[in-house]
């Protein structure tokens, strides 16, 4: 099967700029993330900080994704986030219709 790429770029409020590089090969995308945030300090030296990230679990069932650092100038050597969305006061059965949800997020980082 052949491979697709998109490219999305998106403007966020504190200045970032993401750029989603997305790979299908086969039946499981790649899907690698790229932020970039400039900022300028108050002598005028622009400061360029970026990571890209990789997709490494996305589990619609369980609510949850996780994703690592691949590349970065931040500093670190090893980056791992995880993500689930838990329903609070709602039956299973209604869904988005239920009272709430709760964002639970955790991360591993070596530097």
């Given at each position: 099967?052949?491979?697709?790429?998109?490219?999305?770029?998106?403007?966020?409020?504190?200045?970032?700029?993401?750029?989603?590089?997305?790979?299908?090969?086969g039946?499981?995308?790649?899907?690698?993330?790229?932020c970039?945030?400039?900022?300028?300090s108050?002598s005028?030296?622009?400061?360029?900080r970026?990571a890209?990230?990789?997709?490494?679990?996305?589990?619609?069932?369980?609510?949850?994704?996780?994703?690592?650092?691949?590349?970065?100038?931040?500093?670190?050597?090893?980056?791992?986030a995880?993500?689930?969305i838990?329903?609070i006061?709602?039956?299973?059965?209604v869904?988005?219709?239920?009272?709430?949800?709760?964002?639970?997020?955790?991360?591993?980082?070596?530097?």
């Amino acid at each position: 099967m052949g491979r697709k790429s998109l490219i999305v770029q998106a403007k966020r409020p504190n200045g970032a700029t993401m750029n989603d590089g997305s790979t299908v090969s086969g039946a499981r995308p790649v899907i690698i993330r790229y932020c970039v945030s400039t900022r300028i300090s108050c002598s005028g030296q622009t400061n360029v900080r970026w990571a890209k990230e990789k997709l490494i679990e996305l589990d619609p069932i369980e609510r949850c994704l996780s994703y690592e650092i691949v590349d970065n100038n931040l500093g670190f050597e090893s980056w791992v986030a995880i993500m689930q969305i838990s329903l609070i006061d709602g039956d299973e059965e209604v869904g988005p219709r239920s009272n709430g949800c709760l964002l639970e997020t955790g991360s591993r980082l070596e530097f």
